[in-house]
């Protein structure tokens, strides 16, 4: 089994940039398709960004160009970058893991307990 935890999220105005993390344990990020996704306030989950094995990521198009999706093996850790945050960015941000690759979709075996991200206009 591996456990998944999120941090560095925080209100942050339309414009800015946070880079959040997904620290495991419990196994190596080696073996997972990793991605993450948001739910905000009042609305279902949805898929933000993936990453596969060989590296290839996969993004939504509303983040395109604006959020990188990254992982270290090394120090067993994902990564989603996001600039020129806008307000409807604001939900909470879940990372996920599975032997499969997921992709978008809502369908990973493993999540993280999120982090809040908060964009004001």
């Known amino acids: 089994q591996v456990q998944l935890v999120e941090a560095g999220g925080g209100s942050v105005q339309a414009g800015g940039s946070l880079k959040l993390s997904c620290a495991a344990s419990?196994?190596?990020?080696?073996?997972?398709?990793m991605g993450w996704s948001r739910q905000p306030p009042g609305k279902e989950r949805e898929g933000v960004a993936a990453i596969d094995r060989d590296g290839s990521a996969t993004y939504r198009y509303s983040v395109e160009g604006r959020f990188t999706i990254s992982k270290d093996n090394a120090k067993n850790t994902l990564y989603l970058q996001m600039n020129s945050l806008k307000p409807e960015d604001t939900a909470m941000y879940y990372c996920?893991?599975?032997?499969?690759?997921?992709?978008?979709?809502?369908?990973?075996?493993?999540w993280g307990q999120g982090t809040q991200v908060t964009v004001s206009s």
């Open positions: 996920a893991a599975d032997l499969l690759p997921i992709g978008l979709s809502r369908g990973y075996a493993y």
């Open positions: 419990g196994d190596t990020t080696s073996r997972y398709c």
